[in-house]
């Protein structure tokens, strides 16, 4: 288990992590999925200031490689050749593509895993024959994800709570990262089943969260949108403080993690911690801040 | 780590010794430890300004680590390298903010936020 949780992480990183796999633009049917042809794009970013000359390994003006795909006008169907309708030659590219990736990716980690054979008829049906392959290959990567996590998790309790705890954030985090939803073979993690349940919670809307402030959850705390404690300190009434529009209830496991962000040093403010660069600022500042935090959290949604 | 240790040392043992820095704060932010995460993160910005010192800007050393399977490793180096590779550290940091590995993934955005607002202006 413990090979396979390594042969998934340099798997991982190499599908996701290459600096130089160029990114098809959001706005585009692809927008955001990784294309491996070209040779990167963008020009300078003017956000970035720097007293030093940038690496320029980078080409300028180069472009992401979204139409670079061939999309045919005919395809081989058995011993036919079949025309394409209007539309048809991009799903069929699409599903195709869904599925090489899925099976890339599922590969990395069972090289031998093979999709279901099946004979296509149609257009249409090779289309769905991708998109199952596609689906069976997600089902088993999930698979081999979750027992990854799993490889972590010691059978026998843990002696010390600091250690459950250390062990169920690692597993609660794993599970986001790999999308998979159950650990096998260590029963004393059921103690924190409601936690590691509400950290897979999707982001939600912000009604949805002021919402479920009115009743208390297994799993969940009461979050302040505007940091309480820099808050306190600037002398914001109490009313404003812990009234209804600045309170949401979120995850425990992403409670304690927007806080960690709120009280570490961060290059963002100068080295300061982010509560202290709130520290004379106004509501609207901290509240734009704190919608922020829960957004890039995954808490809320966009 | 006193500054004259960190000058004696190779630019290699620079890169290891913020590796080994990143890999602790991840420990340290996983156990809520944010006291001890604010001693490595001074820690991390020594041998960050040591690099920066050094003929060239040594920084670029540091791109390798773009690579490194711990998130916090990652997301630290390319927050290192905004203004000496501006591009692909831009590149990399979205990509940790969409990876779905928190905590990371959450300050990597909000790094994305505040480069947009003109707040973080790496130097």
């Known amino acids: 288990l413990l090979d396979i949780e390594a042969k998934h992480r340099t798997a991982w990183h190499r599908s996701h992590f290459n600096p130089n796999q160029p990114r098809v633009p959001a706005g585009n049917p692809d927008g955001g999925q990784w294309t491996s042809a070209g040779g990167g794009g963008g020009t300078s970013d003017p956000r970035v200031v720097s007293d030093v000359t940038p690496d320029n390994a980078w080409k300028p003006g180069a472009r992401y490689a979204t139409d670079a795909r061939r999309v045919p006008a005919r395809v081989r169907i058995g011993k036919q050749s079949v025309e394409l309708e209007p539309g048809q030659a991009l799903r069929l590219v699409e599903a195709e593509a869904r599925a090489q990736d899925a099976i890339a990716r599922v590969r990395e980690l069972d090289p031998s895993w093979r999709p279901r054979p099946s004979a296509d008829e149609s257009v249409e049906g090779l289309i769905r024959t991708h998109e199952t392959v596609a689906q069976q290959a997600q089902a088993r990567f999930r698979e081999l994800a979750s027992l990854a996590v799993s490889s972590h998790v010691p059978r026998q309790r843990p002696p010390t709570a600091q250690e459950r705890h250390d062990i169920a954030r690692e597993v609660a985090r794993g599970l986001v990262k790999y999308g998979g939803h159950v650990i096998e073979g260590a029963s004393w993690l059921f103690e924190y089943d409601a936690l590691i349940e509400a950290y897979l919670d999707p982001p939600k809307t912000l009604d949805e969260l002021r919402q479920a402030v009115s009743t208390s959850k297994k799993g969940y705390d009461l979050h302040h949108i ?77 | 780590m006193k500054r004259k240790n960190l000058q004696n040392m190779t630019v290699d043992q620079l890169v290891e010794r913020f590796t080994a820095i990143t890999l602790d704060q991840d420990r340290a932010l996983l156990r809520n430890e944010h006291a001890r995460f604010n001693r490595l993160f001074d820690e991390m910005e020594a041998v960050k300004q040591e690099l920066k010192d050094r003929a060239g800007d040594q920084r670029r050393a540091l791109l390798p680590l773009y690579d490194h399977p711990n998130a916090q490793v990652r997301l630290k180096a390319v927050k290192a390298t905004l203004a000496v590779a501006p591009e692909p550290a831009l590149r990399m940091l979205k990509a940790i903010a969409e990876s779905r590995e928190y905590p990371q993934a959450g300050e990597a955005g909000m790094s994305l936020y505040n480069l947009d607002r003109g707040i973080f202006k790496p130097t």
Do not use: C, Q
């Open chain 1, 226 to 302: 505007v940091e309480k404690t820099s808050a306190d300190e600037d002398g914001f009434p109490k009313s404003m403080i812990n009234g209804p529009d600045n309170l949401v209830r979120i995850p425990r496991f992403k409670h304690w993690e927007i806080t960690g962000w709120y009280m570490t040093k961060n290059e963002d403010y100068e080295w300061r911690r982010p509560r202290d660069y709130l520290r004379g600022k106004d509501w609207a500042e901290r509240t734009g801040v704190g919608l922020e935090a829960l957004i890039r959290h995954g808490v809320l949604k966009p």
